[in-house]
């Protein structure tokens, strides 16, 4: 008995003596801190992983940054520029142009198109190859087939859209060998040319792009990217805005001035004469 109480008694004075020391009790309170702290970290890293089980990585896989069912959209995709819509540039013609209100006579009556004796001007260009066979017509952008048709004046016809409202057209095809919904590469063949109403004798493919369905001249945007075209659309329209008043101003007759009278145009003219309106040509609708 005496010994266990010697020993009782030994074990007690260890204690008080190892609490006695000015060390012991910021090691308690260090050591507490410590243990305190990593169970905060690991509870909120616990937290974040089921909040996000979306960003959970597989073995042998990077972090995923999928949000979502999104779409990944890749950001530097280059820009394509406008081509032929032929495989073989070098033997192809242009058999009609795209008719311009700006060029010169001869220029416009080039372009004009005739069939059943009224005219229209041409709203893209006729592509033929220089041994008058078929070919391949092929896209000229990448983009997304919007319409087919079998039209029985222009043939078939095919559409494909491409960015911020830019569309080539397609007609006098055969073979067509795309569908709507399809999307079709740059340079991939879509048909291949043949003849229509509005031009019996030659095997060729009618060309379009369109901007905002306004049709412009393919020749000035071939080796182009699509942005020029659409930079070129922004020019315009800043150049075609006035200043608010400034038309009103252009109106309004100097003092001294008289107010033109109905009917009268501004130089002092009455309306187009006769011979004017009979020398209008006859579009077709």
Not at 87 to 113: C, H, R, Y
Not at 222 to 233: A, C, D, G, M, R
Request: glycine residues 8%; proline residues 5%.
């Amino acid at each position: 008995m005496r010994e266990e109480e010697k020993k009782r008694t030994s074990q007690n004075s260890n204690w008080q003596r190892l609490m006695k020391k000015r060390w012991v009790f910021p090691a308690i309170y260090l050591g507490c801190a410590a243990i305190i702290l990593t169970a905060v970290l690991m509870f909120q890293a616990g937290s974040e992983t089921d909040g996000n089980p979306g960003n959970s990585a597989q073995p042998g896989q990077g972090p995923n940054n999928s949000y979502g069912d999104q779409d990944s959209v890749e950001v530097n995709s280059p820009v394509e520029n406008f081509v032929m819509p032929v495989t073989d540039v070098n033997s192809s013609l242009i058999q009609k142009p795209f008719w311009d209100e700006n060029g010169s006579k001869d220029e416009q009556e080039a372009a004009f198109i005739e069939y059943n004796g009224r005219y229209q001007p041409n709203t893209g260009i006729d592509i033929v190859m220089k041994d008058g066979e078929t070919f391949d017509v092929v896209a000229s952008l990448s983009g997304t087939v919007t319409h087919v048709e079998n039209d029985p004046i222009l043939g078939n016809v095919v559409e494909i859209e491409h960015l911020d409202g830019v569309k080539t057209i397609y007609q006098s095809l055969k073979d067509v060998q795309v569908k709507v919904n399809d999307f079709v590469e740059q340079g991939s063949t879509i048909a291949k040319a043949h003849t229509n109403k509005l031009n019996k004798d030659s095997v060729h493919v009618h060309f379009e792009i369109r901007k905002d369905n306004v049709a412009v001249n393919p020749i000035s945007f071939f080796n182009k990217p699509v942005t020029s075209l659409l930079e070129e659309e922004g020019q315009a329209s800043e150049e075609g805005s006035e200043p608010a008043g400034e038309q009103e101003k252009e109106e309004t007759p100097a003092e001294g001035e008289d107010k033109p009278e109905d009917g009268e145009d501004k130089d002092g003219d009455e309306g187009s004469s006769d011979e004017e309106k009979e020398e209008s040509v006859s579009y077709l609708t």
